[in-house]
């Protein structure tokens, strides 16, 4: 099994690392489970690094299936969208499950559909533009296009990298939401919004701070999405460094 090193809560870089006998843990069904200091050490090691497998799978994933765009960072949380048990024709998808159970808790098949008017849609942004992770000791702006094809609302919510919960700084904010900011100007054709350590220059009320030295990443729900949301007609921008 891999050996996976995190940079702000980011897997970075994998080496060799020794594999173990199950036999070792010595489990006999009916026996009481009381393993050798040795054993205890394999269980630990093995918790770890089936940790980081997870966060491999949530957040440096090769399936070419997570993309959503060819010309955008966004990627697919759920990549299984026929049901909310991750199984698949004659297996069940192990990976699909570790991505979602490393990010998230709960499941249902309301969260992956991929059809207009049904359930939630959830995007996953985790790098900028250029491709790399985002930083929280940096300023990005998100170029959303105006209307978002929703017919409930819509919202961004950033997450700690490391912990995958909400952010937590001085601002006491995670997620901007159309039901309770006014995210949609009349008559405008798109809406900045802004994530960094500090709050840019006249944008009030479309900025979420972040933690420096934390990496972090962001989900993009639609609610009753729409058709465009899926044809490629709408999407929205990468994240855009601004410093």
Known sequence: ???????GGYPVAESAAASYDRSDLRVTAGA?????????????EAARQG??????????????DRTVWPDRTW????????NGTFERPGSLD?????????????????????????????RLGLRDAAGTYLDG????????????????????????????????????RAALRSLFDALDPEGADHVDLYFGPVEPAGREGRWIQTVPDRGW??????????????DGSWRPGDFELQD
């Not at 991505?99 to 849609?121: N, T, Y």
């Open 1 to 7: 099994m891999a050996q996976v090193e995190f940079r």
């Open 32 to 44: 009481p489970f009381a393993p050798d200091a040795r054993g205890e050490r394999i269980l630990v």
């Open 51 to 64: 940790r980081d497998e997870m966060l491999v799978s949530a957040f440096a994933s090769r399936r070419p």
């Open 75 to 82: 990627e697919w949380v759920g990549l299984r969208p026929e």
């Open 94 to 122: 192990v990976e699909a499950r570790d991505r979602w159970f490393a990010q998230a808790i709960v499941a249902s098949p309301a969260m992956f559909r991929r059809e207009k008017g049904a359930g939630s849609l959830y």
């Open 137 to 172: 000791g940096r300023i990005y702006r998100l170029r959303v296009p105006l209307p978002v094809p929703h017919t409930l609302f819509w919202s961004v919510t950033v997450y700690d990298a490391a912990t995958r919960s909400e952010v937590v700084a001085d601002q006491d």
């Open 217 to 230: 990443f962001a989900y993009f729900r639609i609610y009753g999405p729409e058709e465009a949301a899926f």
